[in-house]
Every structure is written in C-alpha cells, then in structure tokens.
C-alpha cells in the first residue's frame, strides 16, 4: 500500500533522463541508421491517415467543381481548344526534327533515346520544417516507385525520391539546400552544378569563375551527369549574376522553372537504357501474323 509520503523521481532527474535518450535515439539514427526500416514501416502506417486527412478537401474540391457555371465551362473548353490547336501544330514540327535527329544519330553512330515510362502523382501533403524542402506523393513501391526517382511537373524538374512507402513516397525538392542538380546552359552548353538555397524561388550555381560565359535569362537544362535526371529536361532561369573581384568565385543565382510553391500533379520518370542504331537494324524482323 503506498503512503502519502512516498516519493517518486524529481522533475530534473526525469529531464535529464529524457534528454539522455533523446540524444542516444538521434545519435543511433543519424550515424548508424538504425530506425530506417522502422520508418519506412511507420510510414506505411500513416499512409491511410494521410488519405483520410485529405478526404475533406477532396471532397470540398469536388463539390465547387460541381458548383462551375455552364458559361465557365464552355470558356474553358474554348480556351483548352485552342491550346489543343497550337500544341497539335508544335508536334508536327516534333515530329520532323525526332526524324531529322535519328536520322542524324544513325549516320554518326551515336546512341538513341528510347521514351521512357512515366507515371502522374498527386500532391499528398508539404512538409512544414522551414530548413527542409519536401513534399509527400500518392505513388509508392507498389506503384514501381524506387529512390532517387526523377520528378517533374509541366514546366521542369521538381527534384527526387528520397523515401518509398507502400502507398506514398517523400520528394526532396531541387530547391532543399542539401539537393544538387548537374545542369549545362541551353546557350553555349557550359556545365555548372545548381544547388538549393532553402528558399523554393532561388537555386545557387556553384564555384562559377569570373571569366565563365553566363548571362542574366540563360536557361539551365539538366546535363544528365550523375544518372539520376535525365538529358534535356528544363531546370532553371538565370535571375542574377554578380561578378564581385574580391571574390574568388562569382555569384551566380537561377530561378527555378518548376512551380515549387504550387505543386499539385507531378511525373515520375523511369530511366530507358539508350540504344545504339546497330542494336535496332541488328533486331530479327517480328511477323505480324505471329504476334
């Protein structure tokens, strides 16, 4: 039976134990890895909360939806028709530099690049931690989602996979100061590395000299260096370029072509192994009749 003048441990004891384990939990996190598989597991388990969480606002998105007049509707299938014609117009012209190109390659015995899967993901949910720029996807390792996976939205690159649930996944975004992206200007093809400065609308160049050939309005366009983006896809704009002698390198800012602040359906990129002309021409004839 317990008294009135039993004791139990002081508040300071009970603090310091407590920042005690604390301080062992991140150590063995950080260093040695050891809750990896325990996160992955946790994550897969607030996956169908994330759902239920943002059940309401689907359900709200819908119910304006429902809600459009017929007068907005009918505008927006003029405009999207419109945008049809022209978009139509510019795969024609596509269509005839892809066959100049192959063409091309063929001669000069270079690599072709075959098209590559890819697959539409929704926005889930942003992380709040102000020094960390994540967001959460609906696609998981179900859905054939691997780390380091490219992500892109309709203007250019987002950034990378970092963690895969069953359901979900976490992206790192280009803009996170620990993300780096081998870029080439579209201009005069100088390569440079493009880092992020923690806030979504700036990205770094890194240890750029004086005498480098970049201007303000250069567009950066992934090299396709260091095998996690592919060749080609748009990444940034040169904002800024300061030149400051007493420097040794000079400071080079790019805005981010990717709506970082507005992010809603994204695409994963699975990467295609390149094919030489000799591998394709080298192929048995399939008959039609047997397929």
Do not use: C
């Amino acid at each position: 039976m317990d008294t009135i003048f039993t004791r139990s441990l002081s508040l300071n004891i009970r603090l310091t134990l407590a920042l005690l384990l604390s301080v062992t939990l991140i150590f063995v996190d950080h260093k040695m890895d050891g809750f990896k598989s325990t996160r992955v597991y946790l994550n897969s388990l607030m996956s169908p909360l994330q759902y239920i969480a943002n059940l309401p606002g689907l359900m709200l998105s819908e119910s304006a939806q429902r809600l459009t007049s017929q007068e907005q509707l009918l505008a927006e299938n003029q405009k999207l028709n419109n945008q049809l014609l022209l978009m139509s117009e510019k795969i024609q012209q596509f269509d005839v530099i892809a066959k100049e190109n192959a063409q091309l390659r063929e001669l000069l015995q270079a690599p072709i690049r075959g098209s590559s899967r890819k697959m539409v993901a929704e926005l889930m949910a942003v992380d709040k931690n102000p020094y960390s720029q994540q967001v959460v996807i609906n696609k998981g390792a179900i859905d054939g989602v691997y780390l380091s996976q490219p992500v892109i939205d309709d203007n250019g690159i987002v950034g990378q996979v970092m963690e895969v649930g069953s359901t979900n996944s976490r992206v790192l975004l280009i803009a996170d100061v620990t993300h780096a992206v081998p870029v080439r200007s579209l201009r005069n093809d100088i390569r440079f590395i493009a880092t992020g400065s923690g806030a979504l609308n700036e990205l770094y160049l890194e240890h750029v000299p004086h005498s480098v050939d970049i201007q303000e309005g250069d567009t950066l366009i992934s090299s396709g260096l260091g095998k996690v983006f592919p060749e080609g896809y748009p990444v940034a704009i040169v904002s800024q370029v300061i030149r400051d002698e007493s420097r040794p390198f000079a400071r080079v800012i790019a805005t981010p072509l990717a709506k970082l602040d507005r992010l809603r359906h994204l695409l994963l990129l699975w990467h295609t192994p390149e094919t030489s002309p000799t591998d394709e021409t080298d192929k048995p004839a399939v008959n039609e009749e047997e397929s």
